[in-house]
């Protein structure tokens, strides 16, 4: 099958946003291609993989690509994506040059070859990310989440992803109930589930990321602690929607591994949502949203207990009082 490819020139700012533009447009698959060095000197303490052959886009800068079937209108599809990729300057997030070009590929030179890739991946002291296709045996005391990430974010791989990981580790305790705003693959529900919390219900706006988690929910055996629901936080909150949640409200731990213009919309639902004492991890926040993020926990009555950095991300652990 032939399919036409979208590729787009950006920044790693910009990456998630203009994934989700792909994907909202009618891409049946979207890669990224970040800068990689392999010279830079790397944490490999927990034998991490670092197999990613180096490429010439220069540090910062991305490329995306989107994957889109013959019959739909590619001009469209490209003036779509223009719009909305010029919108996010009003948002303070530079897209870069945003260069577009378009060309014909065969559906083997994407649909497959990066899962040479995607190797398993010590993320902690106690998790392991490994891939469905992959063989691979755990050590003791060592826990696995299996994952087929499809089209929706969350391989692990990525900063923002290993930093909440790590940080569950430290923060979970067994039995926890938790929730986990713009759930993805569902890599970090899994991840809790793993870490010893009894329930986590793992919200998402986006059917795609919806059934993507819930089909890595059930390749972890985990449907009967996992609950994923298309929804967002404040109706949760508020009861809306059909059936009941699989989670005591207030809990004690949420997690959100999105943007920081969407972690600073929902601030307040996420205190809401929490017992006194309770744990927020906000990831997935660009060095330069940082002081404004911090600045919007401690507004909201948060108290900031940590700040991990890992490139040029940030995550706040951050406790209500």
Same mark, same amino acid.
């Given at each position: 099958?032939?399919?036409?490819?979208?590729?787009?020139?950006?920044?790693?700012?910009?990456?998630?946003?203009?994934?989700?533009?792909?994907?909202?447009?009618?891409?049946?698959?979207? +890669?990224?291609?970040?800068?990689?060095?392999?010279?830079?000197?790397?944490?490999?303490?927990?034998?991490?993989?670092?197999?990613?052959?180096?490429?010439?886009?220069?540090?910062?800068?991305?490329?995306?690509?989107?994957?889109?079937?013959?019959?739909?209108?590619?001009?469209?599809?490209?003036?779509?994506?223009?719009?909305?990729?010029?919108?996010?300057?009003?948002?303070?997030?530079?897209?870069?040059?945003?260069?577009? #070009?378009?060309?014909?590929? #065969?559906?083997?030179?994407?649909?497959?070859?990066?899962?040479?890739? !995607?190797?398993?991946?010590?993320?902690?002291?106690?998790?392991?990310?490994?891939?469905?296709?992959?063989?691979?045996?755990?050590?003791?005391?060592?826990?696995?989440?299996?994952?087929?990430?499809?089209?929706?974010?969350?391989?692990?791989?990525?900063?923002?992803?290993?930093?909440?990981?790590? +940080?569950?580790?430290?923060?979970?305790?067994?039995?926890?109930?938790?929730?986990?705003?713009?759930?993805?693959?569902?890599?970090?529900?899994?991840?809790?589930?793993?870490?010893?919390?009894?329930?986590?219900?793992?919200?998402?706006?986006?059917?795609?990321?919806?059934?993507?988690?819930?089909?890595?929910?059930?390749?972890?055996?985990?449907?009967?602690?996992?609950?994923?629901?298309?929804?967002?936080?404040?109706?949760?909150?508020?009861?809306?929607?059909?059936?009941?949640?699989?989670?005591?409200?207030?809990?004690?731990?949420?997690?959100?591994?999105?943007?920081?213009?969407?972690?600073?919309? !929902?601030?307040?639902?996420?205190?809401?949502?929490?017992?006194?004492?309770?744990?927020?991890?906000? #990831?997935?926040?660009?060095?330069?949203?940082?002081?404004?993020?911090?600045?919007?926990?401690?507004?909201?009555? !948060?108290?900031?207990?940590?700040?991990?950095?890992?490139?040029?991300?940030?995550?706040?652990?951050?406790?209500?009082?």
């Amino acid at each position: 099958m032939i399919w036409k490819e979208i590729t787009i020139h950006t920044t790693e700012e910009a990456v998630e946003m203009i994934s989700n533009f792909l994907h909202e447009a009618g891409a049946g698959g979207v +890669t990224i291609e970040e800068h990689v060095d392999n010279d830079k000197p790397r944490d490999t303490s927990l034998g991490q993989w670092f197999e990613i052959p180096p490429n010439d886009i220069p540090e910062g800068e991305a490329k995306i690509s989107g994957y889109f079937p013959e019959g739909l209108s590619i001009e469209q599809v490209v003036q779509e994506v223009q719009t909305r990729i010029e919108e996010l300057k009003g948002y303070d997030i530079d897209p870069g040059a945003a260069e577009i #070009s378009v060309r014909d590929v #065969s559906e083997d030179d994407w649909a497959n070859n990066w899962k040479q890739y !995607f190797k398993p991946l010590r993320v902690s002291e106690r998790l392991t990310i490994k891939p469905t296709w992959e063989d691979y045996t755990p050590r003791a005391g060592e826990q696995i989440i299996e994952l087929d990430p499809g089209m929706a974010f969350g391989t692990g791989t990525h900063p923002t992803t290993s930093l909440c990981l790590r +940080t569950l580790e430290n923060i979970i305790s067994e039995g926890d109930e938790v929730i986990d705003v713009g759930t993805g693959s569902g890599i970090l529900a899994i991840g809790a589930c793993r870490l010893g919390a009894s329930r986590v219900l793992a919200l998402d706006l986006d059917p795609v990321a919806v059934s993507s988690a819930t089909e890595n929910t059930r390749l972890n055996k985990l449907e009967e602690r996992i609950q994923v629901v298309e929804s967002d936080l404040l109706s949760v909150i508020k009861g809306e929607g059909s059936g009941s949640v699989a989670v005591q409200l207030p809990v004690r731990v949420v997690v959100a591994n999105i943007l920081a213009e969407i972690i600073l919309l !929902f601030i307040d639902d996420v205190y809401q949502a929490l017992t006194p004492g309770g744990y927020y991890i906000a #990831s997935g926040i660009y060095k330069n949203k940082e002081q404004a993020v911090e600045e919007a926990l401690l507004a909201a009555g !948060f108290e900031l207990e940590r700040t991990a950095r890992e490139e040029d991300w940030v995550a706040f652990v951050a406790r209500k009082r």
